[in-house]
């Protein structure tokens, strides 16, 4: 038995990072592909779930955690089955159900359309982001204003109007990649973030940058962010987050 919990974190990692494929030789297949840093939560997902293989692709520095037999598919389709909250990954799932099960075909359940926050933390393991901004302002008397976000960004942009019927944040598109961003940046709003995701933790290297956001928000609550040294903290704790950890 498989605690819910873990399931609805899978299935939010999945709908940011999943894949259904749809092959034209009609093979059938599932994977989640990530840079060979993630390679600890692959095995960790194999290991939870009980089947699947973890596959290293060193020429591109990837790793990725892939099913192919049919029996382990099955079982995978019954744990997914209900808890989706994309319509793009609910569709490319249906697809993939209908081609996997044929004869003894399995009935997709309905989108859901409840938050789940544990849902949200394996999303955000995925399509979600930690940073802090720092920018000079004449307003302020350090010199700079600094802001706590968390972000996610999608294609689709109706996943992320789902989440935020649970947040206030702030939209914008990027053209170039034809993506979609929202973002939370309002004080109290990070802060509520930040508490339920110590209560629906995220798995992965992306924790990291989460915990670091989180002492960056120390900063803010006391206070401390409007100061001189309190920047330079924030600076600090900027210059080793994300792409910049070593």
Same mark, same amino acid.
């Given at each position: 038995?498989?605690?819910?919990?873990?399931?609805?974190?899978?299935? *939010?990692?999945?709908?940011?990072?999943?894949?259904?494929?749809?092959?034209?030789? *009609?093979?059938?297949?599932?994977?989640?592909?990530?840079?060979?840093?993630?390679?600890?939560?692959?095995?960790?997902?194999?290991?939870?779930?009980?089947?699947?293989?973890?596959?290293?692709?060193f020429s591109e520095n990837m790793v990725h955690f892939v099913i192919e037999d049919k029996?382990?598919?099955?079982?995978?389709?019954? %744990?997914?089955?209900?808890?989706?909250?994309?319509?793009?990954?609910?569709?490319?799932?249906?697809?993939?159900?209908?081609?996997?099960?044929?004869?003894?075909? %399995?009935?997709?359940?309905?989108?859901?359309?409840?938050?789940?926050?544990?849902?949200?933390?394996?999303?955000?393991?995925?399509?979600?982001?930690?940073?802090?901004?720092?920018?000079?302002?004449?307003?302020?008397?350090? *010199?700079f204003q600094a802001t706590l976000n968390i972000s996610w960004t999608q294609k689709h942009?109706?996943?992320?109007?789902?989440? $935020?019927?649970?947040?206030?944040? $702030?939209? $914008? #598109?990027?053209?170039?990649?034809? $993506?979609?961003?929202?973002?939370?940046?309002?004080?109290?709003?990070?802060?509520?973030?930040?508490?339920?995701?110590?209560?629906?933790?995220?798995?992965?290297?992306?924790?990291?940058? #989460?915990?670091?956001?989180?002492?960056a928000n120390k900063l803010f609550l006391t206070k401390e962010h409007l100061t001189v040294?309190?920047?330079?903290?924030?600076?600090?704790?900027?210059?080793?987050?994300?792409?910049?950890?070593?």
């Amino acid at each position: 038995m498989i605690n819910e919990s873990f399931l609805n974190w899978l299935t *939010g990692f999945i709908e940011a990072e999943g894949s259904f494929p749809d092959e034209k030789d *009609g093979t059938l297949s599932f994977y989640i592909s990530q840079h060979m840093k993630s390679a600890a939560l692959m095995y960790a997902i194999k290991l939870f779930l009980g089947f699947g293989k973890v596959r290293w692709q060193f020429s591109e520095n990837m790793v990725h955690f892939v099913i192919e037999d049919k029996a382990s598919m099955i079982k995978l389709a019954n %744990i997914l089955n209900g808890r989706f909250r994309s319509n793009a990954k609910y569709t490319a799932f249906v697809i993939w159900l209908k081609r996997l099960t044929k004869n003894e075909r %399995i009935l997709p359940l309905s989108l859901n359309t409840v938050m789940n926050f544990d849902w949200l933390a394996g999303f955000t393991e995925g399509d979600g982001s930690f940073f802090i901004s720092i920018a000079p302002s004449r307003a302020m008397l350090s *010199g700079f204003q600094a802001t706590l976000n968390i972000s996610w960004t999608q294609k689709h942009k109706d996943v992320l109007d789902f989440i $935020s019927r649970s947040f206030q944040g $702030s939209w $914008s #598109y990027n053209k170039q990649k034809d $993506s979609w961003a929202f973002t939370v940046k309002r004080q109290s709003e990070v802060t509520r973030l930040l508490a339920l995701f110590e209560l629906h933790p995220l798995y992965g290297s992306k924790r990291l940058d #989460y915990q670091d956001l989180c002492l960056a928000n120390k900063l803010f609550l006391t206070k401390e962010h409007l100061t001189v040294k309190g920047i330079e903290q924030l600076r600090t704790i900027h210059a080793g987050m994300n792409q910049r950890r070593p």
